[in-house]
């Protein structure tokens, strides 16, 4: 008897659980279908606010009694001009209601990524077995070299007949490197492992002595480089924790990917 009335109590509070979270899910339901603002008789729900607000909290930035009328200036804007493209006619234009259908399409595929995402479970053996990989492929050396990136292979030998002649690569580099990134340090990089070299520039590398620099251009899809070899240094690896993050992303992505290519190889394509 006793236990009957237990299993009887314990339905009446699963019962209550269960109705309390449909009725809180049916508040946001109904709180974010209000208007947050309404123009010219049209209702911009406050599920288009929630939207806009999280995009602009989520950037960082403070959220205020300012930022919440910014969202609802911009809704009354956007409301105003959309009105205005419907009594042109604009939403009946074929390239329009593609551009509606892609966008829709679009979120739909995002937001799927986002849940399957959040359900993938990454244990730490394999987070350790893709830090083993990762630090693998970055190799036991880091390399410090002058880069210097000219567009022609005529100028790129007129510039080693110079540096042949004695002229400094640093000096060269300011004056005819087209690389933004280290052409006002005279060609100078970071500390970069082998593996985040354009492939024709790390076959060379290896070969180069410190000090010395290439006596023949070396061509990539950027153009032709020529390069120095400041110094080398064995590479230390970041401990584990620090690139749990990034680890755990590239097998959950890694996860995805293979998710879809399931689908892909399951779906009828024409």
Request: aromatic share 4%; glycine share 4%; with cysteine.
């Amino acid at each position: 008897m006793k236990h009957n009335t237990l299993n009887q109590v314990a339905a009446v509070l699963l019962c209550m659980v269960t109705t309390n979270v449909l009725a809180a899910e049916d508040d946001v339901k109904t709180q974010l279908a209000k208007p947050y603002v309404t123009v010219n008789g049209v209702a911009q729900p406050s599920a288009r606010a929630e939207i806009m607000l999280r995009e602009q909290l989520g950037r960082g930035v403070s959220d205020s009694k300012e930022l919440r009328d910014g969202v609802r200036d911009l809704l009354i804007n956007q409301s105003l001009m959309e009105q205005e493209a419907r009594k042109a006619g604009l939403d009946k234009a074929p390239l329009v209601q593609a551009q509606i259908d892609l966008a829709q399409q679009n979120i739909l595929a995002q937001t799927w990524q986002q849940k399957v995402l959040s359900e993938v479970t990454i244990m730490d053996d394999e987070i350790k077995a893709e830090y083993d990989k990762q630090i693998a492929r970055l190799g036991d050396k880091e390399y410090l070299i002058r880069h210097l990136l000219v567009a022609d292979e005529s100028i790129a030998k007129l510039l080693i007949e110079k540096l042949q002649s004695g002229s400094k690569m640093a000096d060269l580099a300011k004056d005819y490197s087209r690389d933004a990134t280290t052409k006002d340090k005279g060609g100078l990089t970071d500390w970069t492992s082998m593996v985040n070299f354009l492939p024709p520039i790390a076959d060379v590398l290896p070969k180069l002595t410190k000090g010395k620099f290439t006596q023949q251009a070396v061509q990539s899809n950027l153009g032709w480089h020529i390069l120095q070899l400041e110094d080398t240094r064995p590479f230390k690896a970041p401990a584990l924790e620090t690139l749990k993050p990034q680890l755990t992303q590239i097998i959950a992505r890694r996860m995805l990917e293979a998710r879809l290519l399931k689908l892909k190889n399951a779906a009828k394509i024409q």
